[in-house]
Nanobody, 129 residues
Framework: QVQLVESGGGLVQAGGSLRLSCAASGRTLSNYGMGWFRQAPGKEREFVGAISWRGGSTYYADSMKDRFTISRDNAKNTVYLQMTSLKPEDTAVYYC??????????????????????WGQGTQVTVSS
């Protein structure tokens, strides 16, 4: 079992940037595809992006692909979400999640939250206008 802990959230002005981190413990992170999701108050959890086991493939929600970048450092057991040009509508709790399924199905399943096996507790991002 892997434990995930997000950090790096906070309050930022519109147009600003933040980098979120997701640190894993208990298992080697390279065993997992990783995803980022977010959930705003009163809304369903939303796919942000995902990165494959060694970082060779990334997927993003269309509304974020030009502003957000996912990366990973398996040696540090950490996944990152770099967010730029932040907007008030990006305000949400951001979660990282680990996928233990087969890499063959990864492109098909990585956008669905119920594909993931482990979740962090989330970190709050608030973007002020």
């Amino acid at each position: 079992q892997v434990q995930l802990v997000e950090s790096g959230g906070g309050l930022v002005q519109a147009g600003g940037s933040l980098r979120l981190s997701c640190a894993a413990s208990g298992r080697t992170l390279s065993n997992y595809g990783m995803g980022w999701f977010r959930q705003a108050p009163g809304k369903e959890r939303e796919f942000v992006g995902a990165i494959s086991w060694r970082g060779g493939s990334t997927y993003y929600a269309d509304s974020m692909k030009d502003r957000f970048t996912i990366s990973r450092d398996n040696a540090k057991n950490t996944v990152y979400l770099q967010m730029t040009s932040l907007k008030p509508e990006d305000t949400a709790v951001y979660y990282c999640a680990a996928y233990l399924g087969t890499p063959f199905k990864w492109p098909q399943y990585c956008r669905a939250s119920d594909s993931y096996d482990y979740w962090g507790q989330g970190t709050q991002v608030t973007v002020s206008s």
